[in-house]
């Protein structure tokens, strides 16, 4: 049996991933130790290193003192309504301008393509007086609304996408045994689409659930506002205990990592699909 040599290439190829990797994973690394020291000690010299005294009590200040649970809450209820929105929307708006043949298709495909040239926070005034005429300043659907509409250009593009890859003869064949085109669409196409909507699930999600500008803008109360806004009012004037701070970051990362960890086969076979189908 003939040993395996390893050429310059590959070690140096085999450096660079484990360079990454590491690089990868420092920040998370630091973030979590940082979350488990004092001031003393993070301003002390001790900046890489794990922390001398595992100070677990900066979490359950940042979670009763700094209101963080009340913020987590709030941060799932507008990126949950957002993504079930955005991904309702976009997938009937794509199936209709793709699948049906009506007046002013490519023009209306256009013109919902266009959203995606307009940064969300260019039409901040605009939008501040629209949810002031409608009373929906400091509520979630004040978030909702703005968030929605801003997504659905970029889910559209990613949907759009796939479903012009599916062969019409399935609907055919569905349309021939008597099904209407919402059975179709929810029955037929839907399903073969899940690797899809993960993928703009994803985008949608780091999109709304680090928002800052509007959610500091459209918000004045605890009781609605979001993660992100939260974790700004935890700095003080004066002095800033920065344990709790690291703690609430810690807290606020998870659910990215976990949404990762849990759908990124799903875009894995997506972007398979994409390349296969192309």
């Not at 073969?192 to 918000?219: D, H, K």
Request: net charge positive; charged share 10%; hydrophobic share 50%.
């Amino acid at each position: 049996m003939k040993k395996r040599t390893l050429s310059p290439g590959r070690v140096a190829i085999q450096v660079f991933l484990i360079l990454w990797t590491v690089a990868c994973i420092f920040p998370l690394y630091w973030l979590f130790s940082f979350s488990l020291k004092d001031n003393a000690e993070i301003f002390g010299g001790n900046v890489v290193g794990l922390p001398s005294h595992w100070i677990w009590s900066n979490y359950t200040t940042a979670w009763g003192a700094g209101k963080i649970s009340l913020y987590l809450r709030n941060s799932v209820i507008t990126t949950a309504a957002t993504l079930l929105l955005t991904l309702f929307l976009s997938f009937m708006s794509s199936y209709g301008l793709l699948r049906m043949r009506w007046k002013g298709q490519k023009a209306t495909m256009t013109y919902l393509l266009l959203g995606l040239m307009i940064p969300m926070h260019a039409a901040l005034k605009p939008l501040l007086g629209i949810l002031m005429d409608i009373n929906v300043l400091s509520t979630h659907l004040g978030l909702i609304i703005p968030y929605t509409a801003f997504n659905i250009p970029m889910a559209i593009l990613i949907i759009s996408g796939f479903i012009g890859s599916i062969p019409y003869e399935m609907e055919e064949a569905a349309y021939i045994d008597g099904s209407g085109v919402y059975r179709t669409a929810f029955t037929i196409i839907l399903p073969m689409m899940v690797p899809a909507l993960v993928t703009a699930a994803i985008f949608v999600f780091l999109q709304v659930w680090n928002e800052m500008l509007m959610a500091s803008v459209f918000v004045s109360t605890d009781n609605v506002r979001t993660l992100t806004v939260g974790i700004q009012q935890m700095f003080g004037q004066y002095q800033t205990d920065w344990g709790p701070i690291g703690a609430a970051l810690v807290i606020s990362t998870l659910p990215t990592l976990i949404l990762y960890l849990c759908m990124s086969s799903q875009v894995q076979r997506s972007l398979i699909a994409g390349a296969v189908k192309g």
